[in-house]
């Protein structure tokens, strides 16, 4: 990086600095009375919603207080939005805000049935209430990063997609103010136009070879750790054609059809991947980014493990866990060692998971468990999230909340795979060679395994065990069939699943169950769980290692 570079990157980072502080201060400012601010928040979305279709139908006016407006909106889920959404993506009526809407982002559920999030410019201007304060701390607390270019992970599309969309979906700079434009176009080690690649293997690639590149990294946001594992796993597989690209400023084959984006180059870099035995350990991370101040990604619940794993290969660097955003909306953001809740972006009740009651956020409680309801700027009212999150204390009155899981549903790597997805899947596969599925696992990486699986567990005579690779390969394509799960695949972060056929697979899960304390008259056979190695009965490890070793037989 030249000397100009270096200087002109310095002087974003001041500037950033310095307007990211006064977002800070006023976040604090406003956590004195965050009642008065979460009323005014309501009043100003629904003056967005007034004269819609969803203000019509729930009888919405600008005058009524926060207590009328939760007797008048029930607690509402994506099925309640999905026709106004539909409509309003197709014919541009106001269904349910009067805000133009030009973006329309993918979370998850099937490829068709896709959930589609409307992003307005007051929905966006919400979230980044949020970043403000967040980016204000990141300088004070790791001041490392002010030193060199930061890299962002933000959206990813599954590549078949990636031609049904227009071209901002993966574009994540049009979300931002101007000024923040300006700022993450100067500072970003990997360009925008890497996401417009054809496939996700192709920007998987081109970012592994602009982060090689990147010798004065200072920042990593990734969301699971997961991914920048495999960005590393990436770079291992392909250090050659890396050096090469990186010696010739030239796309090399199979990934020679980018043409958004000017390949990257740095004959140091290059020489280094082309003695680097491949071993990933702090010796190289450390050599190929000796400025690398923090890295930023989720750190609870299932992540827990893969973001120590991540820490371990990474001792030279900070590490920050991430707060809740979500595609629906920004509910926490790291602020030294607590999670605040972002009271200035949207409007928040909160249902009590040991009462059922729903309160405002100014009635929380320290060591409530909690689930999100949020009402944003794109119109989503009284939109109840899957999230459970714990109060653990306080800023002034602002609530700080930790993450603890999802309430339903599986999310070992970002895939978010629910029990619907399971029943789906056990319902596809009954009666097929024979066989009758008892229950979908999730099982964790492992010393045999080194990327987390899905597996259908199932009763099943000879038939169904030898065909149990093309059985296989059929669960792998139903499970792609699932945004986030392909996205996962894409992306190296999940092994291909596995039918596992047992000759008494209800025994097997009763049985497990029983041994971690259940009793039998209680047990309910759950369509999806979560079993982790330790947990594994001797007759699944077994099928297991018996499968694994097949594959690399052939």
Same mark, same amino acid.
């Given at each position: 990086?030249?000397?100009?570079?270096?200087?002109?990157?310095?002087?974003?980072?001041?500037?950033?600095?310095?307007?990211?502080?006064?977002?800070?201060?006023?976040?604090?400012?406003?956590?004195?009375?965050?009642?008065?601010?979460?009323?005014?928040?309501?009043?100003?979305?629904?003056?967005?919603?007034?004269?819609?279709?969803?203000?019509?139908?729930?009888?919405?006016?600008?005058?009524?207080?926060?207590?009328?407006?939760?007797?008048? +909106?029930?607690?509402?889920?994506?099925?309640?939005?999905?026709?106004?959404?539909?409509?309003?993506?197709?014919?541009?009526?106001?269904?349910?805000?009067?805000?133009?809407?030009?973006?329309?982002?993918?979370?998850?559920?099937?490829?068709?049935?896709?959930?589609?999030?409307?992003?307005?410019?007051?929905?966006?201007?919400?979230?980044?209430?949020?970043?403000?304060?967040?980016?204000?701390?990141?300088?004070?607390?790791?001041?490392?990063?002010?030193?060199?270019?930061?890299?962002?992970?933000?959206?990813?599309?599954?590549?078949?997609?990636?031609?049904?969309?227009?071209?901002?979906?993966?574009?994540?700079?049009?979300?931002?103010?101007?000024?923040?434009?300006?700022?993450?176009?100067?500072?970003?080690?990997?360009?925008?136009?890497?996401?417009?690649?054809?496939?996700?293997?192709?920007?998987?690639?081109?970012?592994?070879?602009?982060?090689?590149?990147?010798?004065?990294?200072?920042?990593?946001?990734?969301?699971?750790?997961?991914?920048?594992?495999?960005?590393?796993?990436?770079?291992?597989?392909?250090?050659?054609?890396?050096?090469?690209?990186?010696?010739?400023?030239?796309?090399?084959?199979?990934?020679?059809?980018?043409?958004?984006?000017?390949?990257?180059?740095?004959?140091?870099?290059?020489?280094?991947?082309?003695?680097?035995?491949?071993?990933?350990?702090?010796?190289?991370?450390?050599?190929?980014?000796?400025?690398?101040?923090?890295?930023?990604?989720?750190?609870?619940?299932?992540?827990?493990?893969?973001?120590?794993?991540?820490?371990?290969?990474?001792?030279?660097?900070?590490?920050?866990?991430?707060?809740?955003?979500?595609?629906?909306?920004?509910?926490?953001?790291?602020?030294?060692?607590?999670?605040?809740?972002?009271?200035?972006?949207?409007?928040?009740?909160?249902?009590?998971?040991?009462?059922?009651?729903?309160?405002?956020?100014?009635?929380?409680?320290?060591?409530?468990? +909690?689930?999100?309801?949020?009402?944003?700027?794109?119109?989503?009212?009284?939109?109840?999230?899957?999230?459970?999150?714990?109060?653990?204390?306080?800023?002034?009155?602002?609530?700080?909340?930790?993450?603890?899981?999802?309430?339903?549903?599986?999310?070992?790597?970002?895939?978010?795979?629910?029990?619907?997805?399971?029943?789906?899947?056990?319902?596809?596969?009954?009666?097929?060679?024979?066989?009758?599925?008892?229950?979908?696992?999730?099982?964790?990486?492992?010393?045999?395994?080194?990327?987390? +699986?899905?597996?259908?567990?199932?009763?099943?005579?000879?038939?169904? +065990?030898?065909?149990?690779?093309?059985?296989?390969?059929?669960?792998?394509?139903?499970?792609?069939?699932?945004?986030?799960?392909?996205?996962?695949?894409?992306?190296?972060?999940?092994?291909?699943?596995?039918?596992?056929?047992?000759?008494?697979?209800?025994?097997?899960?009763?049985?497990?169950?029983?041994?971690?304390?259940?009793?039998?008259?209680?047990?309910?056979?759950?369509?999806?769980?979560?079993?982790?190695?330790?947990?594994?009965?001797?007759?699944?490890?077994?099928?297991?290692?018996?499968?694994?070793?097949?594959?690399?037989?052939?």
């Amino acid at each position: 990086m030249s000397a100009l570079n270096k200087l002109a990157t310095s002087i974003l980072h001041f500037a950033s600095a310095t307007l990211t502080s006064q977002g800070a201060k006023k976040f604090v400012d406003a956590s004195h009375d965050i009642e008065a601010q979460q009323r005014a928040i309501l009043k100003n979305t629904l003056a967005m919603v007034v004269g819609t279709e969803s203000a019509r139908k729930h009888g919405l006016t600008t005058a009524m207080s926060v207590e009328e407006f939760r007797e008048q +909106v029930p607690i509402t889920d994506y099925d309640y939005w999905h026709d106004m959404i539909v409509e309003q993506q197709q014919s541009g009526k106001p269904m349910l805000t009067t805000s133009s809407c030009d973006r329309y982002q993918p979370t998850s559920g099937s490829t068709s049935k896709i959930k589609w999030i409307p992003y307005t410019r007051p929905f966006l201007d919400q979230a980044d209430q949020a970043i403000s304060p967040w980016m204000s701390d990141l300088y004070s607390s790791f001041p490392g990063i002010k030193k060199g270019r930061h890299y962002w992970s933000l959206s990813w599309v599954p590549s078949d997609l990636r031609n049904a969309v227009s071209e901002s979906i993966n574009d994540d700079l049009q979300l931002l103010p101007w000024w923040k434009r300006l700022f993450m176009a100067g500072t970003m080690a990997v360009p925008e136009g890497v996401s417009l690649a054809e496939s996700s293997d192709e920007s998987f690639f081109a970012t592994s070879c602009y982060l090689v590149a990147c010798t004065d990294l200072s920042f990593m946001s990734v969301w699971s750790p997961t991914f920048a594992m495999s960005l590393l796993q990436m770079m291992q597989e392909h250090r050659e054609k890396i050096a090469e690209v990186l010696e010739t400023g030239r796309w090399v084959a199979p990934f020679d059809s980018l043409k958004n984006v000017e390949p990257p180059k740095n004959a140091k870099a290059a020489a280094y991947m082309r003695q680097w035995d491949g071993e990933i350990t702090p010796a190289f991370t450390k050599a190929i980014w000796p400025d690398l101040a923090l890295i930023s990604s989720w750190d609870t619940s299932s992540s827990k493990g893969w973001a120590e794993k991540l820490q371990a290969i990474f001792p030279h660097s900070g590490f920050q866990g991430k707060g809740l955003f979500a595609t629906e909306g920004v509910v926490t953001f790291p602020m030294g060692d607590l999670y605040p809740l972002a009271f200035t972006s949207h409007f928040y009740e909160f249902e009590d998971l040991d009462t059922n009651e729903i309160l405002f956020s100014w009635e929380l409680k320290e060591n409530m468990r +909690v689930r999100p309801i949020l009402t944003t700027g794109n119109g989503l009212l009284r939109y109840s999230t899957k999230d459970m999150l714990l109060v653990t204390g306080f800023i002034n009155q602002c609530p700080c909340l930790r993450f603890i899981s999802r309430i339903d549903g599986v999310d070992m790597v970002g895939e978010k795979l629910s029990p619907d997805s399971a029943v789906k899947l056990i319902d596809h596969f009954s009666g097929v060679a024979g066989m009758s599925p008892v229950t979908l696992l999730a099982l964790p990486s492992s010393e045999e395994r080194n990327k987390p +699986v899905y597996a259908l567990l199932c009763n099943g005579g000879d038939d169904a +065990v030898q065909q149990r690779n093309e059985l296989s390969r059929q669960l792998e394509d139903q499970l792609c069939q699932h945004f986030h799960y392909k996205l996962a695949r894409e992306l190296g972060q999940l092994g291909h699943a596995e039918m596992l056929v047992v000759p008494d697979a209800m025994e097997v899960y009763t049985s497990h169950k029983i041994a971690g304390g259940m009793v039998a008259g209680n047990i309910k056979i759950e369509p999806l769980v979560l079993w982790q190695n330790n947990q594994l009965p001797d007759i699944i490890r077994s099928t297991l290692k018996n499968s694994s070793a097949a594959e690399a037989g052939a």
